[in-house]
């Protein structure tokens, strides 16, 4: 049997990649470091105008059991366990945020050849429980992703999705916020040695009858360096290129510019993640 549907967060995520992934106005700075005993440390600093945020993350994996845990400059303690594959095609996720009390949740998913299944609920007297599932296979398949509160009997979230894969193009739809937005999406690899692709994702909001058109393109000028474009029909186009000039460690540069207010100062950003 060939390769399942995956999640429900798998609909659409390679023109959501293309389109959004790695573009910033930021300036942000990654370093991770592995210790003697195999402990990954990661330390993150981001700026955002005169605001500067930062955290440390440590990763340990023993076996099938990895172990994230993260502090941030606001002092709040974020722990994931992660057990994977307790039985086939299984794993479980266990989170919960230091002080939140309320944060605490587990999570069971389930993958298939012809089904992806994911389901979670809080860790309190009145939980919110979430479902999402996907059925069909590597070539079509259709999902749903649901919330529920338990405490108020009301659905929080419901979303649907519809993935089509053909070689080199993907193709989605979904139907997202209560029904609110229709988007459907398009992925076309051009060329995958040099890496070259082309999206787009066109958007309907129901409530206030506004599209969104975006269209992008990427490219690999050679194996170790990228470059991205992207435009929208608001005029916002946005640029990057990212350059690996050591393995795993990558340099990106990205600006966006409104084109019909050209005299306004361009959107620069900065990320530079470093690994050994």
Not at 130 to 159: E, H, I, Q, R
Request: proline share 3%; charged share 20%.
């Amino acid at each position: 049997m060939g390769k399942g549907p995956g999640l429900y967060s798998d609909i659409g995520k390679k023109a959501r990649d293309l389109l959004y992934k790695d573009y910033q106005g930021d300036h942000k700075f990654t370093i991770t470091t592995y210790t003697s005993t195999g402990v990954a440390i990661t330390s993150s600093g981001t700026k955002k105008g005169e605001l500067f945020l930062a955290d440390v993350s440590t990763q340990l994996k023993n076996k099938n059991i990895t172990t994230d845990i993260k502090v941030d400059t606001n002092s709040n303690l974020l722990t994931t366990i992660t057990i994977d594959e307790p039985a086939p095609g299984l794993k479980t996720i266990l989170s919960f945020k230091v002080p939140d009390q309320r944060s605490g949740k587990v999570e069971l998913q389930y993958l298939h050849d012809y089904a992806g299944i994911s389901t979670s609920m809080g860790l309190t007297a009145t939980p919110i429980v979430n479902f999402s599932g996907v059925a069909g296979n590597s070539d079509l398949s259709l999902g749903a992703d649901l919330s529920f509160d338990t405490a108020t009997g009301n659905f929080t979230k419901y979303n649907a999705g519809l993935n089509f894969t053909k070689t080199d193009l993907i193709a989605s739809l979904t139907l997202n916020d209560k029904g609110d937005t229709l988007a459907a999406s398009y992925y076309h690899s051009v060329s995958p040695l040099t890496n070259t692709a082309v999206g787009a994702e066109l958007t309907h909001c129901f409530s206030s009858n506004e599209n969104t058109l975006t269209i992008g393109t990427q490219h690999a000028l050679d194996p170790l360096t990228t470059v991205k474009a992207r435009v929208n029909n608001y005029g916002k186009a946005s640029t990057l290129i990212q350059h690996e000039w050591r393995p795993k460690s990558l340099f990106t540069i990205s600006g966006e510019v409104d084109t019909r207010a050209i005299e306004k100062s361009a959107k620069i950003g900065l990320a530079l993640a470093l690994k050994p």
